[in-house]
């Protein structure tokens, strides 16, 4: 008999249509504790904190919150964003709020062309595209370093410093693990990406490490790329990346040009990962709190369905999230697709499509037993 397992989820819906699609994802992943016939159970437990927390208590987590979450196995996050909130207000108190404490320094981010999806790529129609961008999630240009001074010189004279962190030890771990999974891909290729001909001592300082770790995984092919370079191959030349590594920032924008290259933001996945597990991991899709659609229930679950795939992985259930995504790659294939994408469905239908292809797998499955 197969022993059971049960996860322990914090699930934090936000802001918009945070959700919408948290709902979808914990709709699917309902499904797949069902068709476990018990061997595996999730455990939600929801968390309101959101812009209109913050409005009512000044603050987005809670004293002891952080310890709360803590407890759990993994957060599936939605979205944070609100128009009544200033975007660095909401973004500090509530997702690095979580991650920065968490130390959930790898951010993963696959770029995935579905069938059925246009993308605006002309190469999409007849080559296989297929990388994940791998995001120093810690440091770098998001780590908080700074400061605004002299305002009290008078109008025009104050002056901002944003300062960009980058530690030795930070950039190995990162690009060690771009390393490791370039490793389980059948292309084993590292794309580096700095702008160390401008900013001459961190990114510098990236590059040397890069350069050296690189030894360590004579297997692995390489390249050291400028960013602005590498968004030009993002568009030119997509068939040539596997793992792209880079730091927060241009990580965080690259991605983004990945998942519009595959056809819409809704489409991007990402996992805040703790990789040493002393914290939990956090799941979310990449679009954000998306406010002028909010509330009309047409928004795109796939990202938030794919970042609950990237959690069962995190599990060790790789087998159900490949699952996952494969009713997904059906649900788009026979044509089923969201408002964002040019189709016809909601979220629920969406969400109900990939549910019904999930369970045409699971019976197709049982029948080859």
Not at 33 to 51: H, R
């Amino acid at each position: 008999m197969t022993e059971s397992q049960t996860f322990s989820i914090a699930s934090i819906p936000g802001d918009g249509i945070g959700g919408e699609v948290v709902a979808a994802g914990l709709r699917v992943l309902d499904t797949i504790a069902k068709q476990s016939e018990g061997t595996v159970e999730f455990e939600v437990t929801e968390y309101p904190w959101s812009s209109e927390y913050y409005l009512k208590n000044g603050r987005y987590i809670p004293e002891g919150g952080l310890e709360e979450l803590e407890k759990h196995d993994a957060i599936y996050f939605g979205a944070v964003g609100s128009a009544d909130v200033p975007d660095h207000t909401s973004l500090w108190g509530l997702r690095l709020a979580i991650t920065q404490p968490f130390d959930q320094w790898a951010n993963i981010r696959p770029v995935t062309f579905l069938p059925g999806v246009e993308s605006p790529l002309r190469k999409a129609d007849d080559t296989e595209l297929d990388w994940i961008v791998v995001r120093e999630n810690s440091e770098g240009e998001y780590a908080g370093m700074g400061g605004r001074n002299l305002s009290g010189r008078g109008p025009g004279n104050e002056v901002a410093l944003q300062t960009s962190l980058h530690t030795e030890k930070g950039c190995e771990r990162i690009i060690r693990f771009a390393f490791d999974i370039a490793r389980t891909r059948d292309v084993k290729k590292v794309s580096s990406v700095t702008k160390s001909n401008a900013q001459q001592y961190g990114m510098v300082l990236w590059d040397e490490v890069f350069v050296r770790v690189a030894q360590d995984y004579p297997d692995v092919e390489t390249e050291s790329v400028l960013v602005d370079a590498m968004s030009a191959k993002f568009v030119l030349h997509p068939e040539q990346l596997s793992v792209v590594v880079a730091s927060n920032l241009h990580a965080d924008i690259l991605s983004d040009l990945g998942s519009a290259l595959a056809g819409s933001l809704g489409l991007a996945a990402s996992a805040n990962l703790n990789p040493e597990r002393r914290f939990p991991s956090m799941f979310e899709p990449v679009h954000g709190s998306a406010p002028d659609i909010a509330g009309q229930g047409i928004s795109n679950p796939i990202g938030a369905i794919s970042s609950a795939a990237l959690m069962l992985d995190q599990f060790g259930l790789t087998a159900e999230a490949d699952r996952v995504r494969r009713a997904i790659e059906n649900a788009t294939g026979a044509g089923i697709l969201p408002r964002d994408l040019g189709g016809e469905s909601n979220t629920v239908e969406m969400t109900e499509a990939i549910v019904a292809q999930l369970e045409a797998i699971h019976a197709e499955g049982l029948a080859a037993v």
